[in-house]
């Protein structure tokens, strides 16, 4: 069975402190793993999409990267806007041929100034 | 660019009762899926929609259903609603599987 494991489930962080979430897999053929933040009350707002170990990619103070059995979201300098809920998704093939996204429950961030 | 529209935002409804919910995909997505999100079990997989066929269904009874318009327009109906079908509902557009992009969601109380 396809899922997905995020740790920690809450951090707490001082404004500056750099620190990592992770996200643990499993899934029958990974086709790409999803980072995504959500605010209170809002839909989750897209980040990064990494399809194979080895890749990274950068935005701004988030930094996400891919092993065979895990990814990470580094933050670095982190800021009170930087609070959120991080959810990591991957895209996991049915049995009908089709994907769907199965999630993690998330990491609530909290950035204390 | 518009981004996907759910409606309503907000909902009360009562034990029993039945409710539609809608969703307006990215102009030109022709995939939608339905996601429920509750603190509990954070985001479950609902079904997708792709050019007006359900390719694929998550675990949940059949009390939970959907449908998609020719214009990609997608909607859910939850019938014999009960407490535990509280929650935000989520609705993801796609222009091809690589890219989901969420609306801001319906959040469902049933009292």
């Known amino acids: 069975e396809d899922q997905v494991t995020q740790s920690p489930e809450a951090l707490r962080l001082q404004e500056g402190e750099s620190s990592s979430l992770n996200c643990s897999y499993t899934?029958?053929?990974?086709?790409?793993l999803f980072w995504y933040r959500q605010d209170p009350g809002k839909g989750p707002e897209f980040l990064f999409t990494?399809?194979?170990a080895g890749e990274e990619k950068e935005k701004e103070r988030l930094k996400a990267t891919l092993t065979k059995k895990e990814s990470f979201l580094h933050i670095t300098a982190p800021k009170p806007e930087d609070s959120a809920t991080y959810l990591c998704?991957?895209?996991?093939?049915?049995?009908?041929?089709?994907?769907?996204?199965?999630f993690g429950k998330g990491t609530k961030l909290t950035v204390n100034p | 660019k518009a981004g996907v529209t759910q409606t309503p935002r907000y909902l009360i409804k009562t034990r029993g009762q039945q409710v539609t919910l809608s969703c307006s995909p990215i102009?030109?997505?022709?995939?939608v899926s339905w996601y429920q999100q509750t603190p509990g079990q954070g985001l479950q997989f609902l079904f997708e929609?792709?050019?007006?066929?359900?390719?694929n269904k998550g675990n949940f009874p059949g009390r939970f259903s959907g449908r998609q318009f020719s214009n990609s327009r997608s909607e859910m109906n939850v019938s014999t609603l009960e407490l535990g079908d509280s929650a935000l509902y989520l609705c993801?557009?796609?222009?091809?599987?690589?890219?989901?992009?969420f609306g801001s969601g319906t959040r469902l109380t049933v009292v």
């Open positions: 993801a557009s796609s222009l091809s599987n690589y890219g989901y992009t």
């Open positions: 899934v029958s053929g990974l086709r790409g």
């Open positions: 990494l399809y194979s």
């Open positions: 998704a991957v895209q996991a093939v049915t049995q009908g041929g089709s994907e769907k996204l199965v």
């Open positions: 102009s030109g997505h022709r995939s």
């Open positions: 929609y792709f050019s007006e066929t359900q390719r």
